[in-house]
């Protein structure tokens, strides 16, 4: 089986890796259905309360789709179609997982590099590392769902300049528009990644994964809670980790969640 994405767990937290630096990290298609795969194994895996996603070392995060297959696999409209039907699903996959999620940016973070890093909860991003979208250069049409992310991250006159110009931009830039959460020195940005994770694995999974369904709605254009978000509120009085942090507070000690 190739090895071009894999999963690493470590506690709570697993990384899923993009594996293919001699070609700076495209996607191929059938990557885009092996991260479905491995989405859905995750997200039966109860033990995992964060995920990373990550290039395989400092050549890139991900450089976009592989545009060498294109005139084979995504020409004229009905094999395009399946494609992005593929793709899309994949990264939609990703932007609903449900637990927080975290990418981490090396040096290019371009196309659908991008997309999956808009994707994610968070985004950090070594120090000039290169960022945009470049489907003009190719004369595609920038998908409706990715380019609504890419709007609520930085809004549209910006969405429009980096879509209108498929320029790329620094991390430093990023972080001024709103794309990059946290940009950081090559050689830290790992133990940051790591730091970050950690403070949010200190606290409770189940509030933490309400609040992602929570602010998910918020995001949908929810105004009023539904049942299951009514639901999802109430029930996590009934959780141990309710028990857990009223005990902890109560003895004057941190709460263990894990």
């Not at 859905?40 to 033990?47: M, R, S, T």
């Not at 995920?51 to 592989?66: K, N, Q, W, Y």
């Not at 949908?220 to 009934?238: K, P, V």
């Amino acid at each position: 089986m190739s090895n071009d994405l894999y999963i690493e767990k470590h506690g709570a937290i697993a990384t899923i890796t993009i594996n293919r630096p001699e070609k700076k990290n495209c996607f191929s298609l059938a990557m885009f259905q092996k991260l479905e795969v491995l989405l859905d194994e995750l997200k039966q895996d109860n033990a995992i309360n964060l995920l990373i996603v990550r290039g395989v070392d400092e050549t890139a995060f991900s450089a976009g789709a592989d545009i060498t297959e294109f005139l084979e696999v995504r020409l004229h409209a009905e094999k395009a179609k399946a494609y992005n039907d593929f793709a899309l699903g994949a990264i939609e996959k990703l932007y609903r997982f449900p637990r927080p999620t975290i990418a981490m940016i090396q040096t290019l973070a371009i196309g659908g590099g991008l997309e999956l890093a808009n994707a994610c909860d968070f985004r950090f991003a070594t120090s000039g590392s290169k960022l945009g979208i470049t489907s003009a250069n190719i004369g595609i049409v920038y998908n409706l769902t990715s380019t609504k992310r890419l709007f609520n991250l930085i809004g549209p006159s910006k969405t429009k300049e980096l879509l209108y110009t498929a320029k790329l931009i620094t991390a430093e830039e990023g972080k001024e528009i709103g794309l990059i959460d946290y940009v950081c020195a090559p050689e830290e940005i790992e133990e940051d990644v790591s730091n970050f994770a950690k403070q949010i694995l200190k606290k409770s999974p189940v509030a933490n994964a309400g609040i992602k369904q929570v602010i998910q709605a918020i995001i949908d254009g929810d105004n009023t809670e539904t049942d299951a978000i009514s639901n999802l509120i109430l029930e996590s009085y009934s959780s141990d980790d309710y028990v857990e942090g009223i005990q902890a507070f109560l003895e004057k000690r941190k709460p263990n969640f894990l």
